[in-house]
């Protein structure tokens, strides 16, 4: 399989996520789920793989999406490293999660504008807490 050019794999992710979220809605139950991983990949614009994996990164947390499925649509390894590493199914810690996360330079930038896509969003107190503590071990 012929690997797709970079600009055709950010396209390609769009799609993905756009066929994968379908039916799902933010909290406010109103706005489809596909506004935040777009809001998140607006953040990271210019940086193909950032890009791509915000686009994907809540993929294989929410919905049925593998990472074989990613690598059938010819998704770089790159990408799916990325996505991989922003995945949390809830078997590790917050702590090490974000440690996780904040060893992989292009994990951290979309995790970062994960965070801020989603404190621009309504959050809760307990959301705002949260990514606040988050923010700061990922900068520090």
Not at 51 to 79: F, G, M, S
């Amino acid at each position: 399989m012929t690997p797709l050019p970079r600009g055709d794999f950010v396209h390609r992710a769009a799609e993905l996520a756009r066929a994968a979220h379908v039916g799902q809605f933010r909290r406010d139950g109103v706005t489809p789920y596909i506004r935040h991983p777009e809001a998140v990949a607006a953040r990271v614009a210019g940086d193909p793989v950032a890009e791509a994996a915000a686009w994907l990164h809540d993929v294989l947390e929410d919905t049925d999406t593998t990472v074989e499925n990613l690598r059938d649509k010819q998704i770089p390894d790159e990408v799916i490293a990325c996505v991989v590493a922003l995945t949390n199914k809830g078997d590790i810690g917050y702590e090490r999660y974000l440690d996780r996360i904040k060893a992989s330079p292009v994990a951290k930038k979309v995790k970062i504008a994960d965070m801020l896509a989603n404190l621009s969003d309504h959050p809760s107190d307990r959301q705002i807490v949260k990514y606040a503590r988050g923010l700061l071990v990922l900068m520090a």
